[in-house]
T-cell receptor, first 111, second 113 residues
Framework: GENVEQHPSTLSVQEGDSAVIKCTYSDSASNYFPWYKQELGKRPQLIIDIRSNVGEKKDQRIAVTLNKTAKHFSLHITETQPEDSAVYFCAASDQGGKLIFGQGTELSVKP | GAGVSQTPSNKVTEKGKYVELRCDPISGHTALYWYRQSLGQGPEFLIYFQGTGAADDSGLPNDRFFAVRPEGSVSTLKIQRTERGDSAVYLC???????????FGQGTRLTVV
């Protein structure tokens, strides 16, 4: 079955810097890759997603890139702000629809 | 409309007891997922429904865990003979279909004492 690895587990950046989180997946049939943000004590919320027919997608300060050949995808946050501090999860879904999550990255943005 | 609703929000039970956790998905969402999340970990897949049927139940850890969705809407996760290791936040999510945005409920925090 699908396995998703996420790195780093923790990431600390200065406000205004960029943050990059990377994930790899194992199932070449996976075709949908969402990213979720989870603040402490709250539910995960989708921030951006990408499908396998697209290599890159951007939404304001957030971008995701996908390399199908290497089976990895990355989240890029530019001009980080303290409110970006949270745990971020990547996930991969195959044609069957099952979503498998990575272990999470705790991002801390220092003012 | 309303988001995904889970009840109860907190449940404390004694080891060996039976518990039921309920999930009300967003109206019209055919896909429903159950996950378990321990502190500092990502959501761990348990089971996925498309309509009334379980499309994939490969994440259920053992036969003490069972889930139903009899009318293709509300789902119940049932845990028999609870163990302390079952303590976690149980998250439910729903989506319009596979490979579309999944919306999460606020979770049920289960504590087995």
């Amino acid at each position: 079955g699908e396995n998703v690895e996420q790195h780093p587990s923790t990431l600390s950046v200065q406000e205004g810097d960029s943050a990059v989180i990377k994930c790899t997946y194992s199932d070449s049939a996976s075709n949908y890759f969402p990213w979720y943000k989870q603040e402490l004590g709250k539910r995960p919320q989708l921030i951006i997603d990408i499908r396998s027919n697209v290599g890159e997608k951007k939404d304001q300060r957030i971008a995701v890139t996908l390399n199908k050949t290497a089976k990895h995808f990355s989240l890029h946050i530019t001009e980080t702000q303290p409110e970006d501090s949270a745990v971020y999860f990547c996930a991969a879904s195959d044609q069957g629809g099952k979503l498998i999550f990575g272990q999470g990255t705790e991002l801390s943005v220092k003012p | 409309g309303a988001g995904v609703s889970q009840t109860p929000s907190n449940k404390v039970t004694e080891k060996g007891k039976y518990v039921e956790l309920r999930c009300d998905p967003i109206s019209g969402h055919t896909a429903l997922y159950w996950y378990r999340q321990s502190l500092g970990q990502g959501p761990e897949f348990l089971i996925y429904f498309q309509g009334t049927g379980a499309a994939d139940d490969s994440g259920l850890p053992n036969d003490r865990f069972f889930a139903v969705r009899p009318e293709g809407s509300v789902s119940t996760l049932k845990i028999q003979r609870t163990e302390r290791g079952d303590s976690a936040v149980y998250l439910c999510a729903s989506s319009r279909g596979s490979n579309t945005e999944a919306f999460f409920g606020q979770g049920t925090r289960l504590t087995v004492v």
